[in-house]
């Protein structure tokens, strides 16, 4: 008779994937790729990439499974790494940025005004009803606050423990990001 890998707890799947069960790890891909994908996704808003970073979270968490506490919930512990993961992708990205508008040195004297267009601002200010491109202007911390929060619908301890910061951190945050964003939000009409 074999194992149902379904009705394992997740430190009985730490400790069958430790023992080198692949089918344990299958398991623990079955139950967490769903939320991980959509916390990433919410985090930086592209699908695509997404999907990349949701491959690399389970990746470094099956190579650090040994660090896993079984006493703490998986799905924390997960979440944690996928947020990492989406720093790292938001460096990378801002490292790209920059060399992406960087112009050689001999342009400097071209270089036209940077103030938007009144045709760029009007299309800026009509892009900003969605939600997701709001939440996109956020600074970072506040953004997975409300990602936590919200979307996920972590509670305030389970959001603490994800980011390792403290309940009061949380609701200080989560207070600001939801002042900053309805700012952005109402700053469009």
């Known amino acids: 008779m074999s194992l149902d890998l379904t009705q394992c707890s997740d430190g009985e799947l730490t400790a069958l994937s430790l023992g080198g069960q692949q089918a344990a790890f299958r398991e623990f891909l079955r139950r967490y790729k769903e ?18 970073l949701t491959q690399e979270t389970f990746v470094s968490a099956f190579a ?10 998986f799905r924390l512990w997960i979440s944690r790494i996928a ?7 938001g460096r990378r990205q801002a490292v790209r940025a920059f060399f992406r508008k960087a112009r050689p ?14 045709e760029a601002e009007a299309g800026d200010r009509a892009e900003l009803a969605k939600v997701a ?22 509670s305030q301890a389970e959001a603490a423990d994800a980011l390792g910061v403290t309940e009061k ?19 469009k009409v």
């Open 35 to 52: 939320p991980v994908y959509r916390l990433i996704r919410s985090s930086i808003g592209d699908a695509d990439e997404a999907l990349d």
């Open 64 to 73: 650090a499974l040994k660090r896993y506490d079984p006493e703490r919930p």
């Open 83 to 89: 947020l990492n993961k989406c720093r790292d992708w």
């Open 105 to 118: 040195i001999e342009d400097a004297f071209d270089i036209a005004s940077e103030t938007p267009t009144p």
């Open 133 to 154: 491109i709001a939440m996109s202007r956020l600074p970072q911390n506040l953004r997975q606050i409300l990602v936590l929060r919200a979307v996920e619908e972590l």
């Open 169 to 187: 951190t949380i609701e200080t945050r989560l207070y600001r990001a939801r002042k900053q964003l309805s700012e952005i939000l109402n700053a």
